[in-house]
Nanobody, 125 residues
Framework: QLQLMESGGGLVQPGGSLRLSCTAS????????IGWFRQAPGKEREGVSC????????KYAASEKGRFFISRDNAKKTVYLQMNNLNPEDTAVYYC??????????????????WGQGTQVTVSS
């Protein structure tokens, strides 16, 4: 059973940066697309970015393009989300998720099967 754990959240001032990590365990030999999602209070969970199994393909939500960067280190079984120029609207619980596919080009939460517990990101002065 694939398990995911997020880390790296915290409190940051507007304009600041954070790097989130998503570490996987219980891997089998199948490829997985990994996605990052977030959910703010009172709002639906939304997709932020996803990356293919080998890191060669990525996708970003329009509002994050140019500010957020996703990458993965398969040797460390870790996917990263570098978030720059953060603003208060980025405040949310951030989740990583996985779907068994070399590359699933989707930021819809419904297609992802495995989820981490989430890490809180708060952007405030």
């Amino acid at each position: 059973q694939l398990q995911l754990m997020e880390s790296g959240g915290g409190l940051v001032q507007p304009g600041g940066s954070l790097r989130l990590s998503c570490t996987a365990s219980g891997f089998d030999a199948d490829p997985y697309t990994i996605g990052w999602f977030r959910q703010a209070p009172g709002k639906e969970r939304e997709g932020v970015s996803c990356i293919s199994s080998n890191g060669g393909a990525t996708k970003y939500a329009a509002s994050e393009k140019g500010r957020f960067f996703i990458s993965r280190d398969n040797a460390k079984k870790t996917v990263y989300l570098q978030m720059n120029n953060l603003n208060p609207e980025d405040t949310a619980v951030y989740y990583c998720a996985a779907v068994r596919a070399f590359y699933y080009d989707s930021l819809s939460p419904a297609v992802y099967d495995y989820w981490g517990q989430g890490t809180q990101v708060t952007v405030s002065s």
